[in-house]
């Protein structure tokens, strides 16, 4: 069974989120591009790069908006002719965390905002006081990060 | 700046008992107008009457009924009349004391002149 997430606070959110919304993929990520959570992927290689892709696109996005608006955009959007994508940023006690998600006709941009709402509510509700950081996050840690994670998520753990 | 649903709605909220009236895209389940009374939430009006507007499009198609027109769900302490083609949906909240007639025919006329 795939785990849908990296910490067990983060679980009970993310399941909620992806009932209500009935999106086809979620991926909760630390700005970083580290996985913490997931839904619908059933390969490791594909977290990764989503992961990688959506803090890219996050940070970008976020320096766009500082650009025009002089604050970072909150969230970006992409129609494409099947399934559409959503990608914001949430905070948490424990600092921000960003949800990509992937939704087609069932779902809809307007109840996937709604519920990204109420995601963002209960995520930052569940999340526990944070814990000093056991070491800096340094290349060949965030490495063995990432690996641990998603070791985690598709039960190699 | 008046939209074309601007007059739309303004009819709606004239008739008695409605207490709001949005025009929502269809396919995003976003406001695209809408006259809403103090408290009301439209984004989640909006997003909620179009999914199930959507899903009720879906399930007369199944069942072979075809095309859907007037949808009306009955709540407690009103009533959420609905009707839309494939880009918008007209959406109106009403009391339970709403002439669901009137508003029908309200929305009808609305939707041809929309078409």
Same mark, same amino acid.
């Given at each position: ?19 209500d919304a ?12 580290? $996985? ?6 059933? =390969? ?5 790069? %989503?992961?990688?892709?959506?803090? &890219?696109? /996050? ?48 779902s809809s941009?307007g109840l $996937?905002?709604m519920f990204?709402?109420?995601? =963002? ?5 569940? %999340?526990?006081?944070?814990?000093? &950081?056991? /070491? ?22 | ?21 949005l025009?929502v895209?269809?396919?995003?389940g976003i406001a ?9 939430d439209g984004t989640r009006v909006a997003a909620l009457a179009a999914s199930l507007y959507a899903k ?17 769900l ?6 959420l009349?609905m ?6 949906i007209?959406v109106?909240v ?22």
């Amino acid at each position: 069974m795939i785990k849908a997430s990296v910490e067990p606070w983060i679980e009970a959110p993310l399941q909620q989120f992806v009932d209500d919304a009935g999106v086809v993929l979620a991926l909760l990520l630390h700005p970083s591009g580290q $996985v913490m959570g997931q839904y619908g992927f059933t =390969r490791a290689m594909d977290v990764m790069s %989503a992961c990688a892709l959506a803090a &890219a696109i /996050h940070l970008s996005s976020s320096e766009l908006g500082m650009q025009l608006e002089g604050k970072p955009f909150t969230g970006l959007h992409h129609a494409g002719k099947d399934r559409q994508v959503f990608i914001a940023e949430t905070e948490t006690r424990r600092g921000p965390y960003i949800l990509l998600t992937v939704f087609d006709g069932e779902s809809s941009l307007g109840l $996937v905002r709604m519920f990204f709402d109420e995601f =963002r509510v209960n995520l930052a509700n569940a %999340a526990p006081v944070p814990v000093p &950081a056991p /070491h800096p996050m340094l290349n060949e840690n965030f490495e063995r990060e990432l690996n641990r994670n998603l070791a985690v998520l598709f039960g190699r753990a | 700046m008046s939209s074309p649903f601007t007059a739309i709605l303004d009819a709606f909220s004239r008739q008695r008992g409605v207490q709001a009236s949005l025009a929502v895209s269809a396919r995003d389940g976003i406001a695209i107008e809408s006259n809403l009374q103090i408290g009301q939430d439209g984004t989640r009006v909006a997003a909620l009457a179009a999914s199930l507007y959507a899903k009720a499009r879906k399930a007369a198609t199944a069942a072979g009924l075809g095309s859907t027109g007037f949808l009306q769900l009955e709540a407690e302490a009103g009533r959420l009349c609905m009707l839309g083609g494939d880009d918008v949906i007209l959406v109106v909240v009403g009391d339970p004391q709403a002439n669901v007639g009137l508003i029908r025919m309200e929305l009808i006329r609305a939707a041809e002149a929309l078409a």
